[in-house]
């Protein structure tokens, strides 16, 4: 039989049934917190607070006392969860409509809900009724990485996710694009994972000046999510380098030739590995060819993309 558990509001003593279908708070799926609002004419504001705690009569507390310490993290998650979407509500990224989700489900099944058939090496969109797995650049002048996968195109207004992120310092929509790009591969991925991932490396004056590298805050959530490990300094960028975004495509190839180079740490683990590379955008592939050909060079096997937004030709 379940156990009778019941809420008891610390404020005037009154207990509310465990097994009533409505709790008559805001919190009945988590029994911990009740926020109560008041309507000003500046629209709505917290008003009084109420903490609710479990009351479990002694003679049901043995059959479940060894849950207890399980079910507990969990409830204080949540907790914490349902307190501060209250306290901090949030808005999607791109309609700003005000919920709990940093990207709203229309816009999620709007913008990113389109399958698209791309070029497995490159990620660029396949013309209607393509009979190869590749495009006609990748079978002309093949890059050094072997697979590309992204989770949509740059284009708006996805891109101005990427930029928030980038310039604009929302750390919040990382693990967002990590959560899409999870789905992008767990969807894309025929074969097996890679042995680990690594993020595009910034310069140190880059890093210093932004305070953060973009793809490793999408690395390490993805890493977890993939239960690969991340190998957080396995790469390192061994000169300042202009940004790609304002050079033209023959600049890029020199922008970033012999810029990058492996940690004498990893020179024996990448030897027959499949390695994954992390980054946020990808334009021309120039800057994850360049990473891919010394990879190649110190005896990787297979080299993998993982990129969120993938830049059609037009707009490069």
């Known amino acids: 039989m379940r156990p009778a558990i019941s809420l008891r509001k610390k404020s005037d003593g009154e207990i509310f049934s465990g097994r009533e279908k409505s709790w008559r708070t805001s919190c009945r799926s988590i029994g911990a917190l009740s926020i109560k609002w008041k309507r000003t004419k500046f629209g709505f504001e917290c008003g009084k607070v109420v903490v609710y705690t479990f009351v479990i009569p002694h003679a049901d507390l043995l059959p479940i006392c060894h849950l207890s310490m399980f079910y507990l993290p969990l409830i204080v998650r949540k907790s914490l969860s349902v307190t501060m979407n209250a306290l901090l509500p949030c808005s999607c990224v791109l309609c700003h409509a005000h919920q709990s989700k940093i990207l709203c489900t229309d816009c999620q099944t709007n913008y990113f809900r389109r399958a698209t058939s791309r070029c497995k090496q490159c990620a660029l969109t396949m013309p209607p009724g393509a009979n190869t797995p590749r495009c006609g650049d990748c079978l002309q002048n093949p890059p050094s990485f072997d697979t590309s996968i992204v989770a949509c195109d740059y284009a708006a207004p996805r891109d101005q996710m990427v930029l928030a992120l980038k310039f604009g310092h929302q750390l919040a929509l990382a693990p967002l694009f990590a959560r899409m ?97 992390v980054d946020d955008v990808m334009t021309t592939g120039m800057t994850l060819h360049e990473i891919a050909t010394m990879l190649k060079r110190f005896g990787a096997e297979k080299v993998t993309n993982y990129v969120f937004a993938r830049t059609p030709p037009h707009f490069y």
Not at 194 to 206: K, T, Y
């Open 181 to 277: 790009l999870r789905d992008a591969i767990l969807q894309n991925t025929p074969d097996s994972l890679p042995d680990f991932l690594c993020a595009v490396p910034l310069g140190e004056n880059r890093l210093r000046e932004r305070g953060f590298n973009q793809a490793t805050e999408i690395a390490r959530p993805l890493a977890q999510h993939l239960g690969i490990p991340f190998a957080v300094q396995a790469m390192h960028r061994i000169r300042e380098t202009s940004q790609q975004s304002s050079l033209t495509p023959d600049a890029r190839v020199k922008n970033v030739k012999n810029a990058f180079m492996l940690d004498e740490a990893w020179l024996s683990k990448v030897k027959g590995a499949h390695i994954a590379i």
